[in-house]
């Protein structure tokens, strides 16, 4: 730990820029007075149009520099998932799921309905989901971060449902800036720590800027296995009373019913959980109940026992996930001449995150050898009792085998990513009110994904189905023995032939690509006034052409299907384009006369999308601001906005997933619909009769289901209202007040079929209760005729869920911001004067529902208020600010929520609140975070900046089935616990 922080500190010694710290770390809707100097206009983020001010119809927060650098932020993704507005997507600390990206979930509505903008213009995007990874973003060169509420799609064309964030990076350096930042948890582990510089200078007597800036990242891993509270997987269960230990969260397991628990003695908690896949392999549907488990010696079996023998996968998984950057480019301008002006931006990254899982689980059916030398005469006499007649003739039996290949070492994906992007234009004045734009941009990513640890189902079951021959136990396959094959002994722990190993274990590369053209042209100015108004109407008119493209090819192995570890997938690969116009407009009608201002504004474009489903479609938006007195305005505005559906969606290949979900002909399933009509249902299905509401139905949290794209979508629409007023008292100077109400709902969501596995089980099972339903359509035939489970992981078959335009997301609450200011008239550090800052943005969660198939109503899922979900959430900053000298303090305040299936459960079309009694986190309370940040100007060049975040070390809530990796849900919690930074600028 000591060698790291001296590590740091030689960093830190080397770099970052002194800046003053006057302002907040975050305003919204800043006062007239920031505007630029002399009157000039200019152009802020959700219109095109250039004013003399800040102000905007649309709610605004910003983001300032100022934030990244109190924050210790080395990626983009670690300031703005602590805004309200946003919750985590993909995250640095999402390894299963993940795919080593960071993205931006606005309002919950998902990344892909996030639009992100670097200077005003699209970003390059990372995979056929068309989303931008963070991690591209230069974060040491940003001036500020513009957070828009609403469908924005009449400005800036699809995408734009939830808002838009724009990146604006800092423009006319001049000089060299060096800097660097080095953080350590206060278990001294997962170091994080980068580098970088931009050079900026003018030339050619003025006329032309330009800046090239590089940047060095790298992050080191911490597994699971490094923290108390995800040690262990746990699961919901009845524990022995007194049992749970206060760090892991588990307790001793009691097992029974759950509504039995407390009358037994015991206590509804955490249990050890775990996958039925372990590292000696299990005979799931032989000896009735869980089935078998083999002794470690080999030979033998006992039967099962579900948690005790379930495998903990946790300590194996990483918490947060490496990575390696390297990122460079540059931006500059040239005045060719008066009216015209060339400017250009490029940019490269390539990133390296891999992601580690526990070992390969494989559950296969396979045709074993009864007299087998591996098995003894128990095992032997157990496999004969379950064996057909037909394979009992040839000596055989046909079981499904669970095994999970601990010797051939953990899995291992490498996500490598390059990409670049280049853009180039010319922009000037027509005349003295009108100006033009025109631009061209283009970008490319290239994912290389190389994986370690699969494993060949064709090839493992070969090692699985012997002979013995000549006393010579063999592969029973004559192709797959000239192939190298030798029989796999997983009947114990550790007696698996290596060379066996070898032969079933493959290797896999995966390509990704994806591009992005983009034109566009506009001319903007305004028009002259109207009723005698000192402001002139703006407008801004226009046309976008843009063309997206992807690709995804698997490896062949994956391709096949013949692969068991990471997800089989099958080659992904489309494109379309759109050819736009749009105009804007805004009309200043009352200026500084009877009332303080009144404008309308309005927007509309229309898209004409190469996709058949699509075709044209318009979207628009209109508002207003009114501002009585100059001391507060009132705004609103509506917007209809789009998503086209993206590459994945439309041509996406079949790959496989494991989503987690409840089974309802499964143990899993609450004892209230336990009932004969589900019975009947589950054994016309498949289940077996006597395995209907057991563990072998589903013995994991996760079912193994296909997933894919649908040729046939259309588009999603969006409608956002917002209202709400600015407040500026001029009785109290610097406090700026903003209250804002949002209302979006989107319609024709693009979801999973069913929306999603889970739900798709519980409307075929529990609303539809008819298998000729098409939402049981997935699940016919799907089943392991033995165990009745689903899945190949389970020795059945995986369920088709692909993509439909099937759901509705809703969402509305408001947003409170203020920042105030006030001068001091003493120093500590013999300045002319210091002053106190508060900066303060909350979040009302009012409503956030989620209806699956919208042509079901009555199944509308609840989500505000529950975990991760809370109705409020509020930073607050608190800073002093003295000469060269300021100290902050940050609160990150997440409110309590309760476990999403208390109050959305179903019994058909009725919900059922469950009993919150057996529930180990019925209800989650409320989560603070307190980060405390010092910063001096050591020379008017050099500037020290050193904090902890999270300084009291507040552990996340340990939620066993509630979660979503890790025991909690990382990224929306803080995972790490404690952690120092120290960082420094230099400019020159």
């Not at 709400?724 to 319609?747: E, M």
Request: charged share 15%; glycine share 12%.
């Amino acid at each position: 730990m000591t060698s790291r922080f001296k590590l740091g500190l030689l960093t830190s010694s080397l770099l970052v820029a002194a800046g003053s710290f006057a302002a907040p770390a975050m305003a919204q809707d800043q006062s007239d007075e920031s505007a630029a100097s002399d009157n000039q206009a200019i152009v802020v983020t959700g219109s095109r149009i250039a004013r003399t001010d800040l102000s905007s119809t649309s709610p605004t927060a910003v983001v300032t520099a100022e934030e990244f650098l109190l924050s210790g932020a080395t990626n983009v993704e670690q300031v703005l998932n602590t805004l309200p507005q946003v919750l985590p997507g993909v995250t640095s600390f999402s390894n299963n799921p993940g795919n080593g990206a960071a993205t931006l979930n606005l309002r919950n509505l998902g990344a892909q309905r996030t639009l992100v903008l670097v200077n005003g213009r699209r970003w390059m995007f990372y995979d056929t989901n068309q989303i931008v990874d963070l991690n591209t973003i230069p974060q040491f060169l940003l001036e500020g971060v513009d957070v828009v509420t609403g469908g924005q799609s009449a400005v800036y064309g699809s995408d734009a449902i939830a808002g838009v964030v724009n990146f604006r990076l800092r423009q006319n350096i001049d000089g060299i800036i060096l800097g660097g930042n080095y953080s350590l948890t206060g278990k001294g582990d997962g170091a994080r720590y980068d580098v970088n510089f931009a050079i900026g200078t003018p030339f050619a007597d003025g006329r032309g800027q330009v800046t090239i800036y590089g940047n060095y990242l790298r992050r080191e891993s911490i597994f699971q296995g490094a923290r108390a509270y995800s040690r262990f997987a746990a699961g919901d269960g009845c524990v022995r009373a007194g049992t749970t230990n206060p760090q892991t969260g588990v307790g001793t397991n009691l097992g029974g019913a759950l509504g039995t628990c407390v009358a037994r003695g015991g206590e509804i908690g955490l249990v050890p959980g775990g996958s039925p896949s372990t590292p000696i392999a299990t005979l799931p549907g032989v000896g009735g109940g869980n089935g078998l488990i083999f002794n470690p010696t080999g030979g033998g079996t006992r039967p099962f026992l579900n948690p005790e023998d379930l495998y903990n996968f946790a300590p194996d998984n990483y918490l947060q996930l490496p990575q390696e950057r390297y990122l460079f480019g540059g931006y500059g301008n040239f005045q060719i001449t008066d009216g015209i002006e060339a400017y250009a931006e490029v940019s490269y990254v390539n990133s390296q995150v891999n992601q580690e899982l526990a070992p390969t689980p494989g559950g296969i059916a396979a045709s074993l050898q009864i007299n087998s030398p591996f098995f003894n005469a128990g095992t032997q006499a157990a496999l004969a009792a379950a064996a057909t007649p037909a394979d009992l003739a040839l000596g055989r039996s046909t079981q499904n085998v669970g095994f999970r290949f601990n010797q051939s070492g953990p899995r291992n994906s490498s996500q490598g990513r390059s990409a670049f992007r280049i853009m180039t234009g010319v922009r000037g004045e027509v005349v003295s009110n009108i100006n033009y734009d025109l631009y061209y941009m283009y970008s490319r990513t290239e994912n290389t994904q190389f994986q370690q640890g699969n494993v060949s189902v064709s090839r493992y079951r070969a090692t699985l189905e012997t002979e013995t021959v000549g006393g010579v136990t063999r592969c029973r396959d004559a192709a797959a023995r000239a192939a190298g094959c030798v029989p796999l002994n997983v009947f114990g722990q550790g007696l698996a032939n290596p060379a066996a190993l070898r032969y079933v274990t493959i290797n896999s590369t995966n390509l990704e690509t994806s591009d992005i053209q983009n034109i566009v042209g506009s001319v903007s100015g305004t028009l002259g006034s109207i009723f005698g108004n000192s402001e002139p109407i703006g407008f801004a008119v226009g046309g976008e052409y843009r063309r997206v493209s992807a690709s995804y090819t698997p490896d062949t192995f994956l391709a096949s299907g013949d692969v068991i570890g990471f997800n089989a997938g099958q080659p992904t690969g489309g494109n379309y384009n759109a050819k736009e116009v749009f105009a804007e407009l805004r009309i200043p009608l009352v200026n500084d006369s009877f009332i303080h201002r009144l404008e309308l504004t309005g927007a509309a474009r229309y898209s004409d999308y190469s996709l058949g489903n699509v075709g044209g479609v318009w979207t628009y938006a209109g508002g207003g601001e009114f501002a009585p007195i100059e001391d507060i305005t009132f705004r609103g505005q509506y917007q209809r906005a789009v998503r086209a559906p993206n590459v994945q969606d439309l041509f996406g290949g079949q790959s496989v997933g494991f989503p987690q979900a409840i089974d309802p002909c499964s143990s899993r399933t609450p004892v209230a619909l336990q009932t004969a009509t589900i019975r009947a249902l589950c054994v016309a299905n498949g289940v077996p009769a006597a395995n209907v509401f057991t563990t072998a139905v589903q013995p994991a949290q996760q079912i193994q289901a296909q997933f894919g794209g649908n040729p046939n979508l259309g588009e999603e629409t969006s409608d956002t209202f917002t209202i709400g007023a600015v407040i500026r008292p001029s009785f109290i100077p610097r406090l700026n007040i903003t209250v804002d109400y949002f209302n979006i709902k989107v319609k024709d969501s693009i979801n999973l079929f069913g929306g999603g596995l889970n739900s798709a089980l519980q409307l075929c099972f529990t609303v539809a209760q008819d298998l000729t339903n098409p939402i049981c359509s997935i699940f016919a035939g799907q089943r392991n005729p033995t165990t009745g489970a689903l899945g190949e992981t389970s020795g059945g078959l995986n369920p088709p869920v692909l993509s439909a335009n099937i759901a509705t997301l809703k969402t509305s609450g408001v947003d409170v911001q203020v920042d105030y200011n006030v001068p001091l008239n003493f120093s500590l550090t013999g300045s002319d004067e210091s002053r106190l800052t508060l900066f303060f943005l909350g979040t009302y969660l009012d409503e956030y529902r989620t209806t699956a198939v919208a042509a079901i109503p009555e199944r509308v899922t609840i989500g505000e208020g529950t975990i991760a979900l809370p109705k409020w959430r509020h930073t607050v900053r608190l800073g002093y600010v003295d000469g060269p000298a300021q100290i902050s303090l940050r609160w990150r305040y997440n409110g309590p929520g309760v476990d999403s299936r208390i109050i959305n459960t179903f019994n058909g079309l009725v919900r059922t609140a469950q009993d919150p009694a057996l529930f180990p986190n019925a209800r989650v309370g409320a989560f603070s975070y307190f980060d405390l940040t010092g910063s001096f100007a050591v020379t008017d060049n050099f500037q020290l900046t050193a904090g902890v975040n999270n300084m009291l070390n507040k552990r996340p809530p340990i939620l066993g089935a509630a979660q979503e990796q890790g025991n909690n849900v990382p990224g929306f919690y803080d995972p790490l616990g404690r952690d120092f930074f120290v960082s420094a600028r230099l400019n020159f």
